[in-house]
């Protein structure tokens, strides 16, 4: 299958109301140019360095999601366009995104990134932690961030009662959150698991090897 192919074959599955983020991680500019001029905008880099090699020679209109963990000294590098930061995971990075942001006088948009999965190997917040920080942002805390919503990864195992069960919590507390204060993006699903997420409520999904092939690492 051609990634044209494959790119065709994942819009079809998805509704109007869920927005594809293309992971182009480990692929190189060509391949993402090839994604880009059959109408994709949206991609998902989990590197800032591998961010930063592809943004200067990659058309200045994609809107470039940062989806992996982020480490608040790299946040300086991104801070100027990046559209989406996908992985906040501590409130030491949301206040080091609210700081670049003032210092580029632009506002970024981020998802609170929650640890929903019960593997150990998950970044992310507690409920708990997500609520507050959401709280203080309600009261102004972080003036140059925009909260738009929230992200989290399921366990990657066979049990889709589990993963319905992991993806039902990240609802429930979108849900919770938007009665506070309306969020916009509940980013749910990769490859494997997209359209599951999108029945348990996902309105963006980050989908790279279904499209691109399986990645070499």
């Known amino acids: ?11 079809s599955q998805l509704s109007e109301n869920v927005k594809l983020v293309t992971v182009s ?5 060509e391949k993402i140019k090839d994604v880009y001029d059959l109408g994709q905008r949206a991609f998902g880099e989990n590197k800032v360095q591998e961010l930063l090699e592809k943004q200067p020679v990659l058309p200045d209109d994609i809107e470039w999601h940062l989806i992996g ?3 608040t000294n790299k946040v300086k590098f991104i801070a100027g366009f990046i559209s989406m930061i996908e992985s906040v995971d501590s409130e030491k990075l949301l206040k080091e995104i609210d700081k670049e942001a003032l210092k580029n006088e632009r506002k970024i948009n981020v998802l609170l990134q929650v640890k929903i999965a019960k593997e150990e ?4 917040l507690t409920v708990d932690e997500a609520k507050d920080i959401f709280n ?3 009261d102004e805390n972080y003036p140059n ?4 919503g929230l992200m989290g990864m399921a366990s990657f195992v066979e049990n889709e009662s589990q993963i319905r069960e992991e993806f039902g919590i990240l609802k429930q507390l979108f849900d919770e959150l938007s009665h506070l204060k309306p ?7 990769m490859s494997g698991d997209f359209p599951l997420a999108i029945e348990c409520g996902s309105n963006s999904v980050r989908v790279g090897s279904a499209i691109f092939g399986e ?3």
Request: no cysteine.
């Open 25 to 29: 991680k480990t692929n190189p500019a």
């Open 1 to 11: 299958m051609s990634v044209q192919s494959n790119y065709q074959n994942i819009l």
């Open 183 to 189: 969020l916009e993006t509940l980013s749910m699903g």
């Open 145 to 148: 961030i925009e909260i738009k």
């Open 215 to 217: 990645r070499n690492y």
């Open 136 to 138: 203080k942002y309600l």
């Open 69 to 71: 963990h982020l480490q």
């Open 121 to 124: 190997t998950k970044f992310g």
